[in-house]
């Protein structure tokens, strides 16, 4: 007598049901036979208005309760024995995991997650792939073409404004970053977007999600080693000129506070917030202000590399003073100041 294989049957659910948002995303689902399945399970080939254009990614799919914690905010994806494969794979590799009772399903882009925590998996210590259930990680019809499908293909994707500024409200860095992404790059013509970003500066703590709005609003001044532009109006751009312009000594100070240890070079945070400072109508108080003040060296340090930036014969004039409080990197910089005249922060 043969009976029903549950295990079997359970998988075929989210098999079936990633299969049919595909389809009806006119894209090629293409199933690996069981068999066959050593930690794929399907590729997808995507299309761009109906033409199949090469792009491709493999999937491993998992189904039920055993897939989540017990509050259902994570996904679960053993590694087992697929790590060295998964690595190693000549596509991009995705999970997706599939709650049958709820008819919903999560992606997690594997290949970028095992990037990101090799060591703790090589070593034992992470065992399974585990990721939060956010807006921007939902998978269904709407959200294949709209979130998934853009994301893919390293485009920003297509959310109205409203529900982006309900993105940059979550509890999620990498929802917030998306939202960032998204707002900039697709409403930039708008006054709020640029409210949202500064008040974003202001009260955001993580460091990705301040790189990005750096990034954007160091648009504003537009430094030349920027690709591109947004799609300012007059106004919203002289709303994030005069925006700027207001800047105080605890927003300029946490700006340079991002920088770091990087230092400032063509392409870098550096350079955003340099060009940032820039538009500041008394950029050089400010910045001789932080210099005394702070007990961040590191800060400290950034600040007089613009500032000498600025005004080289300002910091000759008072090198002792700075050498005395900066050190050897202090003496350095006043030492070419002397040489050449100047210092350019961007040779």
């Known amino acids: 007598m043969s009976y029903y294989n549950e295990k079997i049957g359970l998988g075929k ?17 293409n199933e690996v036979k069981q068999e066959n399945d050593v930690g794929i399970d399907a590729f997808i080939e995507f299309t761009k208005n109906g ?16 897939y989540f914690n017990k509050s259902k905010s994570l996904g679960n994806i053993p590694i087992g024995n697929h790590y060295h494969y998964w690595k190693r794979h000549t596509l991009p590799v ?3 995991v599939y709650d049958n009772e709820l008819n919903i399903a999560y992606w997690v882009a594997i290949t970028d997650y095992l990037k990101s925590y090799s060591q703790e998996i090589e070593s034992g210590e992470r065992k399974n792939i585990s990721f939060p259930l956010m807006e921007i990680n939902l998978l ?31 509890n999620y860095s990498d929802e917030r970053v998306l939202a960032v992404k998204i707002l900039a790059n697709r409403y930039a013509n708008r006054i709020e977007t640029w409210e949202k970003l500064f008040e974003l500066l202001d009260s955001e703590e993580d460091e990705f999600v301040l790189f990005q709005i750096i990034k954007y609003i160091s648009y504003i001044p537009h430094h030349p080693d ?13 709303y994030g000129v005069d925006r700027i312009k207001s800047f105080d000594y605890p927003v300029i100070t946490k700006l340079l506070s991002q920088i770091g240890e990087r230092g400032i070079e063509r392409g870098t945070i550096g350079q955003c917030v340099e060009s940032i400072i820039s538009l500041l109508p008394n ?57 050449f005249g100047g210092f350019d922060l961007y040779i």
């Open 51 to 66: 033409e199949n254009d090469g792009k491709c990614i493999a999937v491993q799919i998992k189904t039920g309760a055993a």
């Open 226 to 238: 920027l690709w591109g532009d947004l799609n300012f109006t007059d106004e919203s751009k002289k």
């Open 283 to 339: 950029r050089k108080t400010f910045l001789i202000k932080i210099i005394s003040e702070t007990d961040n060296n590191i800060i400290a340090l950034n600040a007089f590399f613009i500032l000498a930036y600025y005004d080289s014969k300002y910091i000759i004039q008072n090198e002792l003073f700075y050498i005395n409080k900066l050190g050897e990197m202090a003496a350095t910089i006043v030492g070419f100041c002397k040489e």
């Open 94 to 96: 995705y999970g997706i």
């Open 140 to 170: 269904n019809k709407k959200t294949f073409e709209t979130i998934f499908k853009k994301i893919i293909y390293r485009e920003i994707p297509k959310l109205s404004f409203k529900q982006t500024i309900k993105l940059s409200n979550s």
């Open 13 to 29: 659910l989210g098999v079936n049901f990633i299969r049919s948002i595909t389809d009806e995303n006119k894209c090629y689902f």
